[in-house]
């Protein structure tokens, strides 16, 4: 049974930063998929990026290519959502989540574990 904890979300100011943590255990990443996606008040969840497990990266929305980066340390089976130049529009509920096939897709059908999901909230 693959197990997916979040943690680092919080409070931020509009312009700073946040890395979120995804930490695995019963799979190892070189094994499963994992992807990141949020949900905002009112509306659908959305996929934000994910990374496979031979390490091919996706990032799914425009507004946050260029700021959001995907990454994984091995070692500590753990996947990272680092998250730079915060808009309030990024505010949302944000979910690791995990499947044990190969590709990277975005949507949430596709993902068969989950973690509790974590508050991120940019204010201003």
């Known amino acids: 049974q693959l197990q997916l904890v979040e943690s680092g979300g919080g409070l931020v100011q509009i312009g700073g930063s946040l890395r979120l943590s995804c930490a695995a255990s019963?799979?190892?990443?070189?094994?499963?998929?994992i992807g990141w996606f949020r949900q905002a008040p009112g509306k659908e969840r959305e996929g934000v990026s994910c990374i496979s497990s031979n390490g091919y990266s996706r990032t799914f929305i425009d507004s946050v290519r260029g700021r959001f980066t995907i990454s994984r340390d091995i070692a500590k089976n753990t996947v990272y959502l680092q998250m730079n130049s915060l808009r309030p529009e990024d505010t949302a509920v944000y979910y690791c989540a995990g499947r044990r096939r190969s590709g990277c897709p975005g949507t949430r059908d596709m993902y068969n574990y989950w973690g509790q999901g974590i508050q991120v909230t940019v204010s201003s």
């Open positions: 019963g799979f190892t990443l070189d094994d499963i998929t």
